[in-house]
């Protein structure tokens, strides 16, 4: 029996569908990082962090992906973005996950935009 005081469950990425080592171009990128951005706010809504944290991430993901669909993104901005959002996450032990892969997409802008 569960008190009505308990938080909804929350998994990072319980459907599987984001995995940023699969990302070949500036659309899956922007893609994914939508899709993490989605995540953020699933988190939010289940409790596991504040509006301000969800706000602040979900503000470096947006800028992020939209920087991310440009023809000729700026590597240095994207990833400066990424950080951003890392930061803001980081030391949250359910979003480990999230703040890891945000630690991959830079590693792929790097080598794939």
């Known amino acids: 029996m569960t008190s009505s005081n308990s938080l909804p469950f929350y998994s990072y990425n319980a459907a599987g569908t984001i995995n940023v080592n699969l990302v070949q171009n500036n659309t899956e990128m922007g893609d994914a990082l939508e899709a993490m951005k989605a995540e953020i706010k699933r988190a939010e ?7 301000d944290t969800a706000a602040q991430a979900g503000l470096s993901l947006t800028q992020a992906a939209r920087e991310a669909r440009m023809p000729a993104p700026s590597k240095p901005t994207l990833i400066d973005h990424l950080e951003d959002a ?4 980081s030391g ?6 999230l703040v890891d892969d945000l630690g991959k997409a830079a590693a ?3 080598t794939v935009l």
């Open 108 to 110: 792929v802008v790097q």
């Open 45 to 51: 809504a289940s409790g596991l962090i504040s509006l």
């Open 92 to 97: 949250i032990d359910p979003l480990s996950a």
């Open 86 to 89: 890392q930061t803001a996450l």
